[in-house]
C-alpha cells in the first residue's frame, strides 16, 4: 500500500468506504447498522516513527513507500502528527542539523505524545552514546520542553524519565495513564475516547463481574472497572503489567485484580486445568463473571480462548483487525449474536479500521 495523503476532503469518503466493507463483510452475522466514530482529519496520531536521512550535512525525516522501499520519500510536513509532536518536528531536525554532537550517525526518531499534552522523543542512533551526547541532549530537551531519550545497540539513556503521563476524561471520569517508552499506546487519542464511551455504554447496568484479556497499560480495565463489581484483568507483557499496575494505584481502583498471564493460561486455568502459581492468591471461583471483555492483537482470538468466550453471556470485543474478528464472530455464531456494532476510525486515509461488537448468548 503506497503512502496515505492526508487531505481532509477525501475523508469522508474514505471512512464510508471502509464502514461499507465492514457492513458488506458481517453481512452473513446480522451486523446491526453500526455506530461510526471519526478521527479528527488532521492532527490525530500520538505516535509517529521516522527514519533520519542524511544528505550534505543535514538531516530530514524520511518514509519509505512498500512499493518502492529503496527510494526514501523526504517529509516536509507529516500532518497526521498530533499538535505537540507537529510543532516538535522542524524544531527538531532545525536542532539535530545544528548540532554534530546529536546528529552523528542517528538513524531514526520516535515520537510519543499525549492528549494532556506531554511530549516524548526517542533519538536512535548506529554509535555508542557519550557524555558529550548527554550534555547536547538535556540542552535539546529543554530547548524542547520534552522528554528525551537516547538509544543505540545495548545502550538505553534516560535523561529524566522514561514515560508520559496522560490525563483526560470520559463520561467525565478523569483517568490517568502511565505509557512508557517503547510500550503500546493508543494511537489515536480523540478515537480512543470514544472507544472508551462506547464500551461503557454497552455494558452499563450489566453488572457482576468482568474478565478483561489482553488488559495493556489498563487502558479499558480503568474506564470500564465502575461499570462492575470487580475485575479480573490478565496482560502477558511485563512493561505493560507494571504500567498497568501504576495506573491502577494512580486512578485509586480498588475492585481490580491483576495477574501476568496469556489468554490461552487463563482460559485453561478457568476450564479447570494445572494449578498457576500466579493464580494462588485469586479465588477464581468465587467470581461471578457477568461479561468477557477482549482487545486482542491482530491475531484474534486463539481456539482456547474462543472455546472459553462460549461460556459467556456478554462478550465486549474490541478489534484492530476486522479479518480475525470476523473468524472469530463466525466461530461463537452458533452460540452469540451480534447485538451492537461501531467503526472507529483510528488510522485515517488506511485501509485499517478499529471496530467493536456485543455479543449476547442465543436463547437455548
Known amino acids: 500500500m503506497p503512502l496515505p495523503r492526508f487531505d481532509p476532503a477525501d475523508y469522508d469518503a474514505q471512512l464510508a468506504a471502509k464502514v461499507a466493507r465492514l457492513r458488506a463483510d458481517f453481512a452473513p452475522f446480522g451486523l446491526p447498522e453500526p455506530a461510526v466514530f471519526r478521527s479528527e482529519p488532521l492532527h490525530y496520531r500520538l505516535r509517529a516513527e521516522f527514519r533520519l536521512w542524511h544528505r550534505e550535512g543535514r538531516v530530514d525525516y524520511a518514509m519509505f ?3 518502492n522501499p529503496r527510494q526514501p520519500v523526504i517529509l516536509d510536513d507529516f500532518p497526521a502528527a498530533a499538535e505537540p509532536i507537529h510543532a516538535a518536528m522542524p524544531r527538531l531536525r532545525a536542532l539535530l542539523c545544528a548540532s554534530e554532537v546529536l546528529r552523528k550517525r542517528i538513524f531514526q526518531v520516535e515520537f510519543l505524545a499525549t492528549l494532556s499534552g506531554e511530549l516524548m522523543i526517542s533519538l536512535v542512533y548506529h554509535r555508542p552514546l557519550d557524555e558529550a551526547w548527554t550534555t547536547a541532549a538535556r540542552a535539546l530537551a529543554a530547548e524542547l520542553g520534552a522528554q528525551i531519550i537516547g538509544r543505540s545497540r545495548g545502550q538505553k539513556i534516560v535523561l529524566e524519565r522514561d514515560w508520559l503521563l496522560e490525563d483526560f476524561e ?7 495513564y502511565q ?7 493508543q494511537p489515536n487519542g480523540g ?17 457482576g463481574d468482568l474478565l478483561e484479556l489482553y488488559c495493556g497499560n489498563g487502558n479499558f480495565t480503568l474506564a470500564l472497572a465502575p461499570c462492575f463489581e470487580r475485575v479480573l484483568a490478565t496482560e502477558l507483557s511485563k512493561s505493560s503489567v507494571h504500567a498497568a499496575r501504576y495506573n491502577i494505584a ?6 481490580v485484580t491483576l495477574v501476568r498471564m496469556s489468554s490461552d493460561e487463563i482460559s485453561d486455568a478457568l476450564a479447570g486445568g494445572r494449578a498457576y502459581t500466579r493464580l494462588r492468591d485469586v479465588d477464581l471461583a468465587g467470581y461471578r463473571f457477568s461479561t468477557l471483555f477482549v482487545d486482542p492483537p491482530r491475531s484474534g482470538l486463539d481456539p482456547a480462548t474462543v472455546a472459553l468466550a462460549r461460556g459467556f453471556g456478554r462478550i465486549l470485543y474490541i478489534s484492530c483487525n476486522p479479518q480475525t474478528l470476523r473468524d472469530n464472530v463466525a466461530a461463537l455464531s452458533t452460540t452469540h449474536a451480534i447485538e451492537a456494532a461501531a467503526a472507529f476510525d483510528q488510522f485515517p486515509y488506511t485501509h485499517h479500521l478499529e471496530c467493536g461488537v456485543m455479543l449476547r448468548r442465543r436463547a437455548d
Do not use: K
Not at 170 to 176: E, K, M, Q
Not at 191 to 207: P, S, T
Not at 250 to 255: E, F, K, P, R
Open 65 to 67: 513507500d512498500p512499493e
Open 170 to 176: 470520559v463520561d467525565g471520569l478523569r483517568r490517568r
Open 179 to 185: 505509557q512508557i517508552e517503547g510500550s503500546f499506546t
Open 191 to 207: 478515537v480512543n475516547r470514544q472507544m472508551l464511551a462506547w464500551a461503557r455504554a454497552r455494558v452499563a447496568g450489566v453488572g
Open 250 to 255: 494512580l486512578n485509586d481502583v480498588a475492585n
